[in-house]
């Protein structure tokens, strides 16, 4: 069963920092550009970042940059966000997905495979 799965979600204060992980299971994504998106109640999925599959190119909303890291382990099929100086509006529910398109694609459609999501809460 091919699985993308998030973990590292959790409760934190504004100004603190969370490192959500992405893990892939039944096949692997080494080819893949991986992509993070997030989606608040209420609102439409958004992009946050996205890395190529070789990890050379990223691309980030202007909302995170500076404060949001993506790096990719293709031995590990994995992918993480490193998350600091949260801000109350960066909470969401925050998925990793798969897409075949080379690249840094960004919008959602792009995307292929997504993972279940995991809920970042930052209190004020």
């Known amino acids: 069963q091919v699985q993308l799965v998030e973990s590292g979600g959790g409760l934190v204060q504004a100004g603190g920092s969370l490192r959500l992980t992405c893990a892939a299971s039944?096949?692997?994504?080494?080819?893949?550009?991986m992509g993070w998106f997030r989606q608040a109640p209420g609102k439409e999925r958004e992009f946050v970042t996205t890395i190529s599959w070789s990890g050379g190119s990223t691309r980030y909303a202007d909302s995170v940059k500076g404060r949001f890291t993506i790096c990719r382990d293709n031995a590990k099929n994995t992918i993480y966000l490193q998350m600091n100086s949260l801000k109350p509006e960066d909470t969401a529910v925050y998925y990793c997905a798969a897409s075949n398109i080379p690249g840094t694609p960004d919008h959602v459609s792009q995307y292929y495979y997504w993972g279940q999501g995991t809920q970042v809460t930052v209190s004020s």
């Open positions: 039944g096949r692997t994504f080494s080819r893949d550009t």
